[in-house]
């Protein structure tokens, strides 16, 4: 028997990043997409902020297995799928694929139910760095946490390191299992669309459920429409015609990165406006989102109006505090936070300096509470250090 090799690290301690091609191109993809959007993730300088999987979705394979194996359709990919991960990987990137646990994937194209240590085997085989696994015709009497078990053992052992991204839409109480089938993030809310509605009923949905995420698998809220502004070959996701305004997609960004969902991008990257990349490549706050401790954020609601505006306070490795403020009204807004809600009295003789991570610098020392307004859709993110007055 061949001497197994562990993998160099576990695999992603922190959120993943990279782009989706789900988005935007749906089922028009081939390699040349995939190729050209790998050379934008260089030349535009995603991949230097910390963006790595270039990830094909759906619709990339025949519409039956030949010989019992997966084969990407010769169409689309005419030389095959390990020109295409060579090509990724001489770019610095790494690739990502997509199957299904049920008998087809969404689209109608062969899952791996039952197929799942052959075709994990061939993903190792072309080279595959991360599998993105669905959930349609999911056999309605399988069990679906034994599904994502059997592909996370699968590709824990096909000869490759695979992340193994779970995507089950938050189906069937799965933040409660998903963590023991091996996966490294996991889907917890239905498809997103390219509209501020959308942004905002996933986020709803995902507040309160904080401690279900953390190093090694962690909540994916769904690949990010920033960008997009309605370009998509899909009206279903581009359901609001212009899609979202700039600084909806800057709060979008926030929540997804102070939330630590992984960050997958699913605008077309190679034509990004200077706005878009100033949101996706944000440093500090992608620090924030890729703070080694992967501690979710709690929320302190503003006193008179909790629905709509609120705060999400994360502890980051060191004794910083990610602090963001949310206005989801639509109208301006004040939000004042008391620092003895995020567990500094002031009888401690310490307050807070407040760094703002969109203006990139320090805005000064308070001590009890801060309180700022914030237009409709829009945010705040400081990294808060904890200081004596
Ligand atoms: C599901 C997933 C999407 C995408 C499509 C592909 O709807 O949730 O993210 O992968 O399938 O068909």
Redesign the pocket.
Known sequence: MKKKTLPAAPLAPTPPMGWNS?NTFSWNINADLIKTSADAMVETGLRDAGYRYIVI??CWSLRDRVKGKLVPDPEKFPDGMKDVADYVHSKGLKFGM?SCAGTH???GYPGSFEHEYEDARTFASWGVDYL?Y?Y?YKPGAADGANLYRRMGMALRNCGRDIVFSA?N?GADGVHDWIRQTGANLF?STG?IQDSWQSIERLVRSQLGKECYGGPYCHNDM?MLVVGMHGNSDNSWIAEVAGGCTATEYKTHFALWAIMNSPLMIGCDIRKMSDSTKEILMNPDVIAINQDIECRGPFCIRQWNNPEKVFALIKPLYGGDYAIGFFNFGDRKSEMSLQFYDIGLPYSSGYGLELYDCYAHKTIGKFSERYAAQIDSHDCLMFRAKVVKR
């Open positions: 789900w979705d759906d997509y994937t969404c689209a993105k669905d349609c995507c839409w889907r498809d769904d």
